[in-house]
């Protein structure tokens, strides 16, 4: 039973666990805006909650973007959530400024939600993380038609010591690959962008902790994840959006080993986990102690990558192959 909503656009997505529920956190869009491309400039953040990770129930909208002059004034988009300290659930997402109607330019930045129930949230009207412009490229740049600061990713430090933010993101035109050379396509500048906090709420912006060069004009939804006594970096670039020497590839949800959970991470070195018809995806610990990963469904079976499908997957075991490397166990039904 994949999750999806009748009218409706369903994408990216994250999940809390609170023990005896799943809880689902979507981005969707209605169809009747027509043009898929149009879901991006309209995204509501929505929850579901299922005992299993297939059943299930939808709970509706929680967050909504903030209105003229706030930094999510035109759509809220990819994040988190972890439970502090404290047990105040947080939810980190990415609020969408489009400045110009007309334009596909626009400027991102991090903000954060509050809730003692994953039902209720209240969200902070300040913007918590920019992007440093002297670590990372912005819209003044003018070399890229967004500025990249979204999809945060947090987690605890593996020593219980503070918490750590991963960032889709992308370096200047001056930044250097993993060999110390300028990226020869200009589109090749995506990267893991890191930011700290010792309390979850002040942040401090520090250098990526990926390379530009690796062949991504961005590397979405990232997520860090401790997988059989392996560190995993999950990420997702579609075809479109591969760059330098992965130009004639073809893209999809991506994973690498890592020496840590706070990297460096070697996206040089990453492996396919999925072609383009599935995104976003994201590894979950079944009930069952497994790994899971689910993705939403992107692309029909039209073969020309048009027709935007817009509904969340089944579960997918992750295993490894031969060689060390993650593989999804792919069952009946699933592309």
Do not use: K
């Not at 909503?5 to 529920?21: I, K, N, R, T």
């Not at 879901?39 to 939808?58: E, F, K, M, P, Y």
């Not at 942040?203 to 530009?212: D, G, H, K, M, Q």
């Amino acid at each position: 039973m994949t999750f999806a909503l009748d009218d409706h656009w369903v994408w990216d997505f994250w999940v809390a666990d609170s023990g005896d529920l799943f809880h689902l956190f979507y981005l969707h869009a209605p169809r009747s805006l027509g043009d898929p491309d149009l879901r991006h400039r309209n995204a509501v953040i929505g929850h579901a909650v299922s005992t299993d990770l297939r059943n299930w129930s939808d709970r509706g909208p929680v967050l909504r973007p903030g209105g003229p002059g706030a930094f999510d004034e035109t759509a809220t988009w990819t994040g988190s959530v972890v439970r502090g300290p404290d047990g105040v659930w947080r939810m980190f997402y990415t609020g969408a400024r489009f400045p110009d109607p007309d334009s596909a330019s626009n400027i991102e930045t991090i903000g954060v939600a509050r809730s003692t129930d994953l039902t209720t949230w209240e969200r902070s009207p300040a913007a918590l993380t920019t992007a440093d412009p002297l670590r990372y490229e912005t819209l003044a740049e003018g070399t890229w038609r967004e500025e990249a600061w979204r999809d945060p990713w947090v987690f605890p430090d593996p020593s219980g010591d503070g918490w750590h933010m991963l960032i889709t993101a992308r370096v200047g035109r001056d930044a250097r690959d993993a060999d110390g050379r300028v990226p020869a396509d200009p589109r090749d500048r995506g990267v893991v962008a890191h930011a700290t906090s010792p309390d979850l709420e002040v942040w401090t912006v520090r250098e990526p902790l990926s390379a530009p060069g690796a062949g991504f004009a961005h590397l979405e939804v990232p997520q860090s994840v401790t997988v059989d006594g392996r560190h995993l970096l999950l990420f997702s670039c579609d075809t479109a959006h591969l760059a330098g020497a992965r130009s004639e590839d073809a893209g999809g949800v991506w994973a690498v080993v890592a020496p840590d959970p706070v990297g460096p991470f070697p996206v040089e070195r990453a492996v396919r986990l999925t072609g383009d018809e599935l995104y976003s995806g994201r590894l979950v610990r079944d009930r069952a102690g497994r790994w899971v990963m689910l993705a939403f469904e992107n692309i029909g079976d039209s073969g020309d990558g048009t027709d935007f499908v817009g509904r969340i997957s089944d579960p997918l075991p992750l295993g490894w192959s031969a060689e060390g490397e993650p593989v999804l166990a792919v069952g009946e039904g699933v592309r």
